[in-house]
């Protein structure tokens, strides 16, 4: 990646110790500005101290463009807007990892691609057997990932060269490690993917047909299942998408890289917010549905509690991505006539803070965690599954990071410095002088 023409005439100026010392300023294309301190360690001794990272930026990246301010979200330059309402998963797959979205021959290649490779070794099978009962389906899906490699090691030498058949076997087998993870777990037997379905209704049919009850696929929860996925298909350099890059950066595998993101999403802090929501909603249904008395503890300072779903640590104003979901979300519950006492609960609550000035004046909307809880739970997956449903999502954007990070002439192992803050020098003692 050239980044020439990103850097300015201006320089910044950092006085360490009496000298001045100047770095360089580049601006992003959408006009976000850096300062490139890569050499400050080796003309001053000093390094930065960040924690979390939050005014750091690891890379150059032409991914994902965020605009937390402003409610922006766009995939390649595309609007997150555009994208949802006018293209399938496969679509957004497709540019997040080419870059461009697909022609007709190209989108058709990729989807055969997706077809002949989405079963997985049936010696793979036998691994869901050897899983303790209750096995926790992010563990699994981290393992069997990780497996992959095993069972396909076209890319040890040189992966960018067979890039495209990796990233094609992958997006296809996950899902049907997936499903076949909670097929096992429900004692049910496996159902294999067919040839005449969509990426997302292969996944339903997956996962709730049986021989006694044959799967309906309802294109009302294909469509919302499309958005899902493409809405959490990337997110700049968040803390999963930073571990694929981190782990890939020492040239490891696609396969492992992939498996080190799922164990991030796997924190409750990142990828499980949405299942927390459904939690939370039970446990305000348990204790009598008085969700008032939640909202009042939320806005009590001196009160721990926290509505789970609502605002978000980057988009300070509305979450474009809760927009698109909500929609989704009534479009579900209205095509499956449901009735839930945790999803009306969940209505109930909505209109509060979307009305309430503590949460108007504080921005804390919906976001896209509240609304995808709701959606997965009415279409009958498990809350256990919810965050595997997040890295099927992100899955195209991590396998586009690592990519971008294997092709980039900037590349550097990752290694964060630290400020050492523990003992000094401390003498020897041996142990018979050591006591009890």
């Known amino acids: 990646m050239k980044l020439g023409k990103y850097y300015t005439q201006e320089k910044a100026e950092i006085k360490i110790d009496g000298k001045v010392y100047e770095f360089p300023i580049m601006v992003g294309e959408e006009g976000e500005?850096?300062?490139?301190i890569s050499k400050l360690r080796s003309l001053t001794g000093y390094v930065t101290l960040d924690y979390g990272y939050m005014n750091t930026g690891s890379c150059a990246s032409t991914i994902t463009y965020l605009d937390g301010d402003k409610g922006i979200l766009n995939y390649r330059g595309y609007a997150i807007e555009d994208l949802a309402e006018k293209c399938t998963f496969v679509e957004v797959a497709y540019l997040l990892v080419h870059g461009s979205l697909p022609t007709v021959s190209e989108l058709k290649n990729f989807s055969g691609m997706l077809n002949k490779y989405a079963l997985i070794h049936e010696d793979m099978v036998h691994f869901f057997d050897r899983f303790p009962p209750g096995s926790p389906p992010m563990s699994i899906l981290s393992?069997?990932?990780?497996a992959l490699s095993v069972f396909y090691p076209d890319m040890i030498n040189n992966p960018l060269v067979k890039i495209d058949m990796m990233t094609a076997r992958l997006i296809s087998k996950i899902r049907t490690i997936a499903a076949f993870s909670y097929k096992k777990a429900m004692g049910q037997p496996l159902v294999y993917p067919r040839h005449d379905y969509s990426y997302c209704a292969n996944f339903l049919n997956m996962m709730f047909h049986s021989p006694v009850t044959p799967y309906e696929v309802n294109p009302v929860i294909v469509d919302a299942l499309n958005k899902l996925l493409i809405l959490h298909g990337d997110h700049e350099q968040n803390c999963s998408t930073s571990t694929v890059r981190l782990v890939g950066s020492a040239h490891v595998n696609l396969y492992a890289s992939i498996s080190a993101g799922i164990s991030a999403l796997w924190g409750p802090l990142h990828g499980g917010a949405n299942q927390a929501v459904i939690e939370m909603l039970e446990q305000i249904h348990n204790e009598g549905g008085n969700y008032r008395k939640y909202i009042d503890k939320a806005k009590d300072p001196n009160d721990p509690f926290r509505l789970v779903g609502f605002g978000h640590r980057v988009?300070?104003?509305?979450?474009?991505?809760?927009?698109?979901?909500?929609?989704?979300?009534d479009d579900v519950l209205q095509a499956l006539h449901i009735e839930d006492p945790l999803l009306d609960l969940a209505k109930e609550i909505e209109e509060v803070a979307l009305t309430d000035p503590y949460f108007v004046e504080r921005r804390l909307y919906p976001n896209v965690d509240f609304y995808s809880g709701i959606i997965y739970k009415a279409i009958g997956i498990p809350k256990d599954m919810f965050t595997v449903m997040f890295a099927l999502g992100r899955l195209p954007g991590w396998i586009a990071h690592w990519k971008e990070m294997w092709d980039d002439d900037n590349w550097r192992i990752?290694?964060?410095r630290q400020i050492y803050v523990g003992p000094v020098s401390r003498p020897f003692v041996p142990m018979e002088?050591?006591?009890d």
């Open 143 to 146: 393992s069997m990932v990780n």
């Open 414 to 416: 990752g290694r964060p």
């Open 315 to 329: 988009y300070k104003n509305h979450d474009p991505r809760a927009r698109i979901i909500k929609k989704a979300c």
């Open 433 to 435: 002088g050591r006591g």
């Open 33 to 36: 500005k850096a300062i490139d």
